[in-house]
């Protein structure tokens, strides 16, 4: 499909077609307008009081859980039922992005952990990262996160189970590997102040997200008498036009202060955290007090009008607020400066590697929206079909997006009008398979399983996507469980057969 | 002389190790080779989980984690003692 994102240029100015230079010209600055105009509203709107958070939540995880907690799970003495959740949570816990997943699948493999487990972690992570979830959940609905988390759960394992089973042979040679690194791991857990940050920042998150009344209410409010304001949010309105019906938004005045923010967030934490291994500078405590003034002002309600501007403190500042402190009082009590010079670190290498690509890919998809035709995506993928759930697949698997790029991508397919089924499916291949990430899996686990691999997770994302589609359409949760059930149970049928049979053909030979 | 191996596939977090211990190198004004291990089996005889890791003399002294100037000149001159 990609190539029909490329229509003749005719067919979308077509009343200019005398002038071809004109044409161009209109068009081209329509292209350019419609990536500007979608990056600003997407700044303004989403990226704050959801993504924010959650990159300092990933670099805490990444930082402050020690990865021998979890993994020393994943040895192959493990019974089967501890280790793929096992799998599936490390996975969850401590990879963000595809260049994290892949040297930790491969020291996993290689180290000994059955290639079963091993896959479901390379399934799971980057489909349901804290990241990714929260970030769909944050732009797309909850529904749809929830969607990606229970399904990418459930598929990961079956993948694994049945990777595991497809090539026991030679699992059974690798198995010869000792598992020592994972039995002899150290038990201790996580440190109490660590996992006391980590949950106070779960809170932050949730405090600035979640969409309930005792969260999103008003309870005072004051006047600046400041004038001027309803103008400059006038003048960004026409700045940067939108169509409330195609899903576009604008920019508030509100959404440009934090816009500015961010900017000086990006330069302070420039200063201040690209050195912090060597100290940290005056420059590290102006970037961490921007961060929390960015959000604290994002979680204000403001309405500009000829009078002044109203400030509403909703029930998200207060929230916002106290998760603020305790971390501040955390991080000074509790925390050693190791942790966190380490969590800071992390967290600003995440922002540093992600969030470039998300501004351009935002930008991009801004362009693209200008360029495909609604009718074309209900056509395709209008309707929970097998059709529609495949070409979901297909284009997630040739389509190559960096990291939470899939995102806004699928808010411009939903927005277009694509069913949740096929988005969905298309949600849960994206991430999974691109074809760089096939080529580096199977230098490590050898061709013909990842590529034994890429069929099945294409084969269930496909089925994720009707599954969930069917849900949509108003099929009975029951009845939508049900069939999850009949299929899983199925395939643990399949999976136990072939089993018992090879255990009965190898049992005689030892 | 000290070996210092830095064990990654020349992640940014990798990198990140090596200037640091090449800081310190240079601070302390001692001699040291430095070594950047990409291979993967190679990477995985030290048993470590996660990259970066850091060798000094081939013993592991960090994994998965940048450590600080200060730390890494720890780990300097204890080897050196």
């Known amino acids: 499909m990609p190539h029909m994102l490329w229509m003749p240029w005719n067919s979308i100015c077509p009343e200019k077609k005398d002038n071809p230079d004109m044409d161009i010209l209109a068009f081209l600055s329509k292209l350019l307008y419609g990536g500007l105009g979608n990056l600003a509203a997407y700044l303004a709107a989403h990226v704050l009081l959801c993504l924010l958070p959650a990159f300092y939540i990933a670099g805490a995880m990444t930082a402050l859980i020690p990865k021998e907690t979890v993994t020393r799970f994943l040895g192959r003495n493990t019974p089967r039922f501890i280790s793929y959740p096992a799998a599936a949570l490390a996975g969850s816990v401590l990879a963000v992005c595809s260049c994290t997943i892949v040297p930790l699948f491969a020291g996993i493999y290689k180290k000994g952990a059955g290639l079963g487990p091993a896959i479901t972690f390379l399934f799971f992570a980057p489909a349901a990262n804290i990241l990714a979830l929260v970030y769909t959940g944050g732009v797309i609905g909850a529904d749809l996160a929830f969607a990606r988390l229970f399904l990418s759960l459930a598929f990961g394992i079956g993948i694994g189970l049945i990777m595991a089973l497809i090539f026991r042979k030679d699992d059974a040679a690798h198995d010869k590997a000792t598992d020592e690194i994972f039995a002899g791991q150290s038990r201790k857990g996580m440190p109490r102040a660590a996992l006391a940050f980590l949950l106070i920042l779960v809170a932050l998150l949730l405090s600035g997200t979640l969409k309930v009344g005792l969260l999103t209410d008003t309870y005072t409010q004051f006047t600046l008498p400041v004038s001027g304001m309803d103008r400059f949010q006038d003048f960004l309105y026409n700045l940067v036009p939108y169509d409330a019906s195609r899903g576009e938004e604008g920019v508030t005045a509100q959404g440009a202060i934090l816009i500015g923010l961010l900017a000086l967030i990006g330069l302070a934490s420039w200063k201040g955290l690209e050195k912090i291994h060597e100290k940290f500078t005056a420059w590290t405590w102006i970037a961490m007090g921007l961060v929390g003034l960015t959000l604290l002002v994002a979680s204000l309600g403001m309405s500009p009008h000829a009078g002044g501007l109203d400030i509403l403190f909703t029930g998200k500042f207060f929230g916002v607020m106290l998760a603020l402190l305790a971390l501040t009082l955390l991080a000074w009590k509790g925390l050693s400066r190791d942790e966190l010079r380490d969590w800071l670190w992390e967290s600003w290498h995440f922002i540093k590697q992600i969030f470039p690509l998300l501004v351009v890919g935002v930008f991009a998809v801004g362009v693209i929206r200008v360029l495909i035709k609604p009718e074309w995506i209900e056509t395709l993928a209008g309707q929970n079909s097998l059709l529609g759930n495949l070409a979901g697949v297909v284009f997630g698997v040739f389509m190559y997006f960096p990291t939470l790029v899939e995102v806004p991508i699928a808010q411009m397919f939903l927005s277009l009008g694509m069913h949740r089924g096929p988005l969905l499916a298309y949600l849960m291949a994206d991430p999974e398979l691109s074809l760089q990430s096939i080529l580096i899996t199977a230098t490590i686990i050898g061709r013909l399983k990842a590529w034994v691999y890429v069929g099945w997770v294409a084969l269930f994302s496909t089925l994720a996507g009707l599954i969930y589609g069917a849900w949509v359409d108003g099929a009975s949760l029951g009845l939508v469980v049900l069939y999850l059930c009949l299929f899983l149970a199925i395939l643990a049928l399949v999976l136990w057969l072939v089993n018992r049979r090879n255990a009965a053909i190898t049992a005689p030979a030892q | ?81």
């Open chain 2, 1 to 81: 002389m000290l070996t210092i191996k830095i064990l990654g596939s020349g992640c940014a977090n990798c990198k990140r190790v090596e200037q640091i211990a090449q800081k310190v190198v240079t601070d302390l004004a001692t001699e040291a080779e430095i070594i950047k291990v990409t291979d993967y089996n190679e990477i995985m005889k030290y048993n470590i989980l996660s990259t970066p890791g850091l060798v000094i003399n081939e013993k592991v002294v960090s994994a998965g984690r940048v450590p600080s100037e200060a730390e890494i000149t720890t780990f300097l001159t204890n080897a050196l003692v």
